[in-house]
């Protein structure tokens, strides 16, 4: 036993020196999904901080529109260009989708009006057809902003009126769901890509068939990688927790321990459908459809981009049982939520289904040559 898996740990010395001298193995496992976290973390990290950009054109004197206007212009939502200074230069601006509105303070708008002692007017919103939900969104904004200001000048109750309350709860974000998304992106490019690339070169070569010569079993070769890439895994996605924790600020919430557990398990489960397709095929062009055909459904299907409720029902239902769709699940609840690795039978039930499957096609169709 002792010589079995001192065979196996050789191997996977061997395995782990070749894939860090193997610059395109190491650009697809580590920098092509740090390229996609780059992408969609910018993408993402604004999404939940919606901004209107605007011109605004005062043509008003008043104290009360200039102060009004200092004040839009320091609104974090409202993005004003003060550049704009004329209302034809801001139609043009808008047709070309460079503004979502206009904003303008006519010459009356802050006058104190006779037999009153406050400011009144009327702002006005310019838009085009194309941008109605942007300017109602404005419109309500400012109205608030307004009904705000008159509460000062004028008493009104009213008779009904809402109210709002934060719960101590922490809901997941935009970013959040696409994080999770890109580590079961970088488990298909290791567990998948990897094998699938590297069996039909070492065949091609005849590695494996002088491999086979040898009293090295196939469960040893099989463990060895499952070893050596569950490390370099570990590695890569290690690299993207750097990244996205210092750049995009990712608040981790579960158990560090128990996501490296789970992630290895992903890796583990992956890596066998690729140990059988590489493991099968005799060629690269052979096995290249293959891989695809199985691997878009997963990427686009098992929420790595997109959440899975948006997708209709009965989509969400037949999604549900492709072999990505409980690894990135179970990441998100144990990276988001905060989940132990007992609270995920259903993920952990149906990944050890599609272990002993995938591995036992792994075995019966691998060929030495």
Known sequence: MRKSFYTVSTFVRINTKRFFRDRLALFFSIGFPLIFLFVFGNLNSGSNNMSFKVALINQSQSQFSKDFSKQLSDNRIIKVNKAITTVDDAKERMNRSELDATIILPSSFGEIAPGTSYPSGQAQVLYTQNNQQSAAALTSILDAQFKSINSHFVTNNVP????????????????????????????????????????????????????????????????????????????????????AITVF?????????????????????????????????????????????????????????????????????????LPLTPIIDGIRLILTEGKHLIDLGPQLGLIGVWIVVIYFIAFRVFRWE
């Open 160 to 243: 009904l009126s809402v109210t709002s309350t934060q719960l101590n709860e922490r809901s997941l974000s935009a970013f959040d769901y696409t994080f999770a998304g890109l580590l079961g992106f970088s488990i298909i490019g290791m567990g998948i890509f990897g094998p699938v690339n590297v069996f039909p070169e070492l065949k091609k070569m005849g590695i494996l068939r002088r491999l086979s010569t040898t009293p090295l079993k196939v469960w040893q070769y099989f463990l060895s990688n499952m070893i050596g890439q569950a490390f370099i895994g570990l590695i890569s996605m290690a690299i993207m927790f750097v990244v």
């Open 249 to 321: 600020h990712l608040q981790v919430v579960g158990n560090w321990l128990e996501l490296a557990v789970f992630l290895v398990i992903g890796v583990t489960t992956i890596l066998g459908i690729g140990l059988a397709l590489g493991g099968w095929a005799k060629n690269e062009r052979q096995v290249a459809p293959l891989a695809n055909i199985i691997v878009f459904p997963m990427m686009f299907l098992s929420g790595t981009f997109f959440p899975r409720f948006l997708m209709p029902e009965w989509l969400q239902q037949v999604s549900a049982f």
